[in-house]
């Protein structure tokens, strides 16, 4: 049977188990009983394309997969539709703690460092990993390459991924930490088509504090003028600063309740990816993601509400020119 090429396939070089303990208040130092628990399939990418196969794309979730624990991943892709093209490499994949605070609506994540990979391994794997995506790139096909590198990996692996699959067609999208990202950025022969850090990761990249929207934007048009397509930069409960063709603006989310922002990032890149998909022009597609992330951080469970929800959160987000 010939593979089904996919509208969106996402790489996760280092995959997690999101282990989520829900707490009335964290207190360092204090014993705390727990008011619940959940374990999800985690990672950048594995957010990405469940909200992705929520809104109808055809998605694909790929990376590296320890070999001893990968049930909860199996499951997970066979329940939200999304194709599993992830290798298999020995070892266990990482545990990460998240401690949600419902007190001050935030959480604290203690994330492990991952299977690591030596020389040989790293070859191995890398090559598995083009070969099982090969098939189900085609022209226009949106890849992401999603988080953290696993120990032993390094990004001159990343840049062959992306020059393979920018051969085949696909266009780039990119969502990782600045350095990981700057040395990317130096690698690539092309600029990706879409980069969507948040501040901490921009600030890394640039070397320096932007601690207004101002400079925010400043730092997005100068991705802008290295060839960078698409760039939204998350800024948490203050809105995003999203730079395009069409210039640069501040938007500005709704105020609603927030019970975990695990996931806010991977619904505001996948909704804006959907988006573009379903052919809306930017910045509108990213402003539709933000309101996928504005539907995402009001439950604790994954998930989203009816699309008429996300439509009018979508409304109520207001775009100011920076």
């Known amino acids: 049977m010939t593979p ?26 204090a014993v705390h009983r727990a008011r619940a628990e959940q ?44 194709a599993d093209a ?24 203690i994330n492990l460092a991952g299977i690591a990979f030596d020389a ?30 696993p120990p032993g990996v390094g990004v001159e692996s990343l840049g062959r991924l992306a020059e393979a699959l920018r051969a085949r067609g696909a266009r780039l999208m990119v969502d990782t930490g600045g350095k990981v ?9 092309a600029a ?28 997005a048009l100068a991705l802008r003028a290295r060839g960078v397509g698409r760039v939204v930069v998350s800024l948490g409960g203050d809105g995003a600063v999203i730079a395009g063709e069409g210039g640069c603006w501040l938007a500005l989310p709704p105020r609603v309740p927030v019970a975990t922002t695990v996931g806010a990032g991977d619904a505001l890149v996948a ?15 990213a402003v539709f993601g933000m309101a996928c992330a504005a539907a995402r951080i009001q439950r604790i469970a994954p998930g989203l509400p009816p699309r008429a929800e996300i439509e009018a959160l979508a409304a109520r987000i207001a775009l100011q020119p920076v």
Do not use: Y
């Open 271 to 285: 909704g804006t990816l959907a988006a573009l998909v379903e052919g809306q022009a930017f910045p509108e597609a």
């Open 86 to 109: 992830m290798v298999r490499v020995p070892g266990r994949t990482r545990t990460n703690i998240k401690l949600a605070d419902a007190a001050r609506g935030d959480s604290t994540d």
């Open 181 to 189: 990202l700057g040395e990317l950025l130096d690698r690539l022969p």
């Open 4 to 29: 089904t090429v996919m509208q969106l396939i996402t790489v996760t070089p280092n995959p997690a188990i999101d282990h989520t303990v829900s707490l009335d208040r964290l207190e360092p130092g």
């Open 39 to 82: 374990f999800e399939a985690g990672g950048k990418g594995i957010g990405v394309a469940a909200v992705a196969a929520a809104l109808g794309l055809r998605t694909a979730a790929s990376g590296w997969l320890g070999d001893q624990n990968p049930q909860l991943f199996e499951r997970a892709f066979a329940e939200r539709g999304i």
């Open 192 to 219: 990706p088509d879409f980069l969507k850090p948040n501040r901490a990761e921009l600030e890394e990249l640039v070397g320096q504090p932007l601690p207004a929207a101002a400079d925010v934007a400043r730092a």
């Open 120 to 149: 040989d391994a790293t070859a191995q794997a890398e090559a598995a990993l083009l070969a099982r995506l090969a098939p189900l790139v085609g022209e226009g096909t949106w890849c992401t390459l999603a988080g953290s590198l």
